[in-house]
C-alpha cells in the first residue's frame, strides 16, 4: 500500500497533466494542444537518449573503486593534492550536499582548507558522468569549454577561503 | 547524440567480455538511477512545455538570449542559485531552453550556479562549515559562475 501512494505521489504532477491533455483535447483548447505538442517533442528527445547514458552511469558506479581512491586521499599537499582531490572528485555522483559528509571525512584526514573547497568545486561541476550528459545536450564544445574556464575558478575559489580561513579557527564539523 | 550512444554502446560490450555479473549490476544500477530521476525529469519538461507556451519566443529571447547582456546573466544567476535541479535534468532542460533562444552564457551561468550555489541547502552547509564560510563559499561561486559565463559568452 505504502509503495501504491508513494508512487501516486511521485506521478501525482504528471497525471493531473494528463487530464489537462484529455479536458484541452474534448474542449478543443488550442493552447492545450500547443503545449502538448511541446511536451511530446521534448519528451521523444529524451526518452530514446536517457536510459543509454544512464546505463553508462551504472556501469561506471561498479567499475570505479571509489573507495579505494578516498582512502589514498587526504594529506598529499601541492599539486599532487589538488589533482587528486580534484580526480576523487570527478568520480563521484550525486548533488551537492552529497558532498558535504565527504569534505568531512577528507578534514578528518588531514586535507588542507583550500583542497576542500576545491574539492567541492570539482564535486558540483566536474563529474565525469555528468560531463557525459552535457557533451550529449550541450554539445561537446560547450562542455570542454566550460571545464576549461571553470576549472582555474574553482581552484582560485580554495585559494581563497584558504587565504581567509588560514588563522581563524576553522573547522568542519559532523552534524547529529 | 549518436557518437555518445555507440560510445555507450562500446564501453557495454567492453564491460560484458570483462566481466558479465558486474556488468548486469551496472544495468540495474543506472536503471534504478533513471526510475528515480523520471518523475522529476517529467514534471520539469511539463513545466517547460507550458512556459514556453506562456512566454512568446520574442520574450524570452529578449531576456535570456545572446543579447540580453548583464540582466539576462542575473536571471540565470540568481535562477540558478534558488533553484533545486538535479543535475541529470538540468541538461535537458538547457537543451530545450538552448533551442527556445536562450544563450550560451546565460545557459553557463544558468548551470553553474545550479550546480555550485546552494540557498534553499544553505542551513545544511552551515551545519558543516558554519554560517559565514557557508555565506563566503556560496558567494565566491555566485561571482565565479558570472565569470564563467562572461568567458564562455566570448568564447563560443
Given amino acids: ?176 | 547524440m549518436r557518437i555518445l550512444t555507440i560510445f555507450v554502446l562500446i564501453c557495454l560490450v567492453v564491460s560484458l567480455v570483462f566481466d558479465r555479473k558486474k556488468t548486469f549490476l551496472g544495468i540495474k544500477k543506472g536503471w534504478k538511477m533513471f526510475l528515480n530521476i523520471l518523475p522529476t525529469l517529467l514534471n520539469v519538461l511539463i513545466l517547460v512545455s507550458v512556459f514556453l507556451y506562456l512566454v512568446p519566443k520574442e520574450t524570452l529571447i529578449k531576456w535570456l538570449g545572446k543579447d540580453s547582456g548583464v540582466m539576462g546573466m542575473f536571471i540565470a544567476a540568481v535562477l540558478g542559485s534558488i533553484s533545486l535541479i538535479p543535475a541529470f535534468v538540468s541538461y535537458p532542460l538547457a537543451a530545450i531552453l538552448l533551442k527556445s533562444g536562450v544563450s550560451y552564457q546565460v545557459l553557463a551561468i544558468f548551470i553553474t550556479t545550479l550546480l555550485m550555489v546552494g540557498v534553499l541547502t544553505l542551513p545544511l552547509e552551515s551545519k558543516y562549515f558554519g554560517l559565514k564560510v557557508a555565506i563566503m563559499r556560496n558567494s565566491l561561486s555566485f561571482v565565479g559562475a558570472i565569470i564563467i559565463g562572461v568567458l564562455i559568452g566570448i568564447f563560443i
Avoid: C
Avoid at chain 1, 100 to 123: E, H, M, R
Avoid at chain 1, 129 to 156: D, H, N, W, Y
Fill in chain 1, 1 to 176: 500500500m505504502k509503495k501504491v501512494s508513494q508512487w501516486i505521489n511521485k506521478y501525482l504532477f504528471v497525471g493531473v497533466f494528463g487530464i489537462f491533455i484529455l479536458i484541452s483535447q474534448l474542449f478543443n483548447f488550442a493552447g492545450g494542444q500547443t503545449i502538448t505538442n511541446n511536451f511530446w517533442l521534448f519528451f521523444k528527445e529524451m526518452i530514446i537518449f536517457l536510459p543509454f547514458m544512464f546505463i553508462l552511469i551504472g556501469l561506471f558506479d561498479v567499475w570505479i573503486p571509489k573507495a579505494k581512491i578516498e582512502k589514498h586521499i587526504g594529506n598529499e599537499s601541492g599539486i599532487k593534492g589538488i589533482v587528486l582531490v580534484v580526480l576523487l572528485a570527478t568520480l563521484q555522483a550525486g548533488p551537492l550536499y552529497g558532498a558535504f559528509p565527504v569534505t568531512y571525512l577528507l578534514w578528518k584526514k588531514g586535507a588542507s582548507i583550500k583542497n576542500i573547497f576545491i574539492y567541492l568545486g570539482a564535486f558540483s561541476t566536474l563529474k565525469i558522468p555528468m560531463l557525459a550528459f552535457e557533451i550529449g545536450f550541450l554539445g561537446l564544445k560547450f562542455t570542454l569549454l566550460r571545464t576549461i574556464i571553470t576549472l582555474p575558478v574553482f581552484i582560485l575559489i580554495g585559494y581563497l577561503m584558504e587565504s581567509y580561513l588560514r588563522n581563524k579557527n576553522f573547522e568542519i564539523k559532523q552534524p547529529n
